[in-house]
């Protein structure tokens, strides 16, 4: 079932951006990953919990056994990705966290959604909830490079270290405000030409109508 959540998910979050590259010749979504958690790390949770290994305290407890990892290129296109899901009415945000204005104590930024998806199966419908975590390439960067380092250690970080990383993500947030205001610029002057061309476009056609040329 949770397999199933995940590919309707990946077909939704691909029809948005096909429609983004059709009507706007955008494309806010770099690129999807997704992933289910083995039976050793739920196993390890519900433990970590103090929790049976049970069927009904899987679903119950645990958020991401499913998850979906969504990268864009700047950061208001995280924002416009989440109201485009949270507008979508066969799908349930139950919580949503906001780490990209409020990024956590060790720098860690992305926004996190907890939805509910219904399945349909042979057995009737089941809501099943999926983990979607929209960031952009940089905060994916730095995430995926402090993971690393939690592994390493056993999440027994040396200060020095959990100082760097905390300046390469202030340094990651910075880079990221910048590139945003640079991809906002572009894509205002490419607004600013295709209106220019259309209102060339429309005199041309307008002269040519009343002087009786249309047709050539």
């Known amino acids: 079932m949770y397999g199933a959540a995940l590919k309707q998910l990946e077909t939704k979050i691909d029809i948005i951006n096909n429609e983004f590259k059709t009507l706007h010749k955008y494309n806010p ?3 999807v990953s997704s992933r289910i958690k083995s039976k050793e790390s739920i196993y390890k949770k519900l433990k970590k919990k103090g929790l049976e290994p049970t069927y ?3 679903v119950k407890t645990i958020n991401d056994i499913a998850g979906i990892r969504i990268i864009c290129s700047f950061i208001p296109d995280i924002f416009k990705i989440v109201e485009m899901l949270e507008n979508m009415t066969d799908i349930t945000v139950i919580k949503k966290k906001d780490y990209v204005t409020t990024p956590k104590t060790n720098g860690y930024s992305s926004y996190h959604l907890i939805v509910s998806v219904p399945v349909s199966l042979s057995m009737g419908t089941i809501n099943v ?3 979607i975590q929209i960031r952009t390439m940089a905060m994916d960067f730095w995430a995926s490079l402090e993971h690393k380092i939690n592994y390493k250690y056993d ?3 040396p200060k020095g270290i959990k100082k760097e990383l905390k300046e390469c993500a202030k340094m990651t947030q910075k880079l990221d405000k910048r590139m945003s205001h640079l991809g906002r610029n572009l894509m205002e002057e490419e607004k ?3 209106k220019e061309i259309t209102t060339e476009y429309s005199t041309v056609y307008a002269t040519a109508l009343l002087t009786g040329n249309a047709g050539v």
Request: net charge negative; hydrophobic share 40%.
């Open 129 to 131: 909830k999926v983990e």
């Open 29 to 31: 979504i770099e690129h």
């Open 56 to 58: 009904e305290n899987l």
């Open 192 to 194: 600013q030409i295709v």
């Open 155 to 157: 999440k027994q970080i």
